[in-house]
């Protein structure tokens, strides 16, 4: 199954210059733990960095900062692990285990940002083959009820 397929394309981003209060109310709106940081959100959409809710409590409220004066450069993280659209989701759930992210932004062959996957995501697409396997199952025994009278 391609990335494409298992991402959210509708991706809460900001800006590095957005304060930590813009921040916390964009994922307030979008109901999410996460944004994705654009260089530019109106034109190239490329991400130079990921901002959770954890960092605000954590680099932010833990420490005194004010939220806001604090800007989401001062605290997001820039060392991104991202993905493409087209390829498999294995490759991406294998790249988020090796460097310990929930979170890929997936970007289309320009880099630009089109959705993220996220470790929920990939649990969904591995509950629901468990659960088509289990059907398997099921059938194979009722077809063998059947066969066997």
Same mark, same amino acid.
Not at 37 to 40: Q, R, S, T
Not at 51 to 56: A, C, K, P, V
Not at 99 to 105: D, F, L
Not at 140 to 149: F, K, Y
């Given at each position: 199954?391609?990335?494409k397929?298992?991402?959210?394309?509708?991706?809460?981003?900001?800006t590095?210059?957005?304060?930590?209060?813009e *921040?916390?109310?964009?994922?307030?709106?979008?109901h999410?733990?996460d944004?994705v940081?654009?260089?530019?959100a109106?034109?190239?959409?490329?991400?130079?960095?990921?901002?959770?809710?954890?960092?605000?409590?954590?680099?932010?409220? *833990?420490?005194?900062r004010?939220?806001?004066?604090?800007?989401?450069?001062?605290?997001?993280?820039t060392?991104?692990?991202? *993905?493409s659209?087209?390829?498999?989701?294995?490759?991406? &759930?294998?790249?988020?285990?090796t460097?310990?992210?929930?979170?890929?932004?997936v970007?289309?062959?320009? #880099?630009?940002?089109?959705?993220?996957?996220?470790?929920?995501d990939?649990? #969904?697409?591995?509950a *629901?083959?468990?659960?088509? &396997?289990?059907?398997?199952?099921?059938?194979?025994?009722?077809?063998?009820? #059947?066969?066997?009278?």
């Open positions: 199954m391609k990335l397929d298992v991402c959210v394309l509708d991706v809460a981003s900001c590095p210059e957005s304060t930590i209060v *921040a916390a109310r964009l994922m307030r709106q979008h999410t733990g944004l940081v654009l260089d530019d109106d034109e190239e959409r490329e991400p130079v960095g990921i901002i959770t809710d954890r960092d605000i409590v954590v680099e932010v409220l *833990a420490k005194g004010d939220p806001d004066k604090t800007t989401v450069r001062e605290i997001m993280s060392q991104l692990v991202i *993905a659209e087209s390829e498999e989701y294995t490759e991406a &759930l294998q790249r988020m285990a460097h310990g992210v929930r979170r890929v932004p970007v289309d062959d320009k #880099r630009c940002v089109v959705g993220i996957v996220t470790l929920d990939m649990l #969904r697409v591995h *629901a083959q468990a659960n088509r &396997l289990l059907d398997i199952v099921g059938k194979e025994q009722v077809r063998e009820q #059947r066969t066997r009278r």
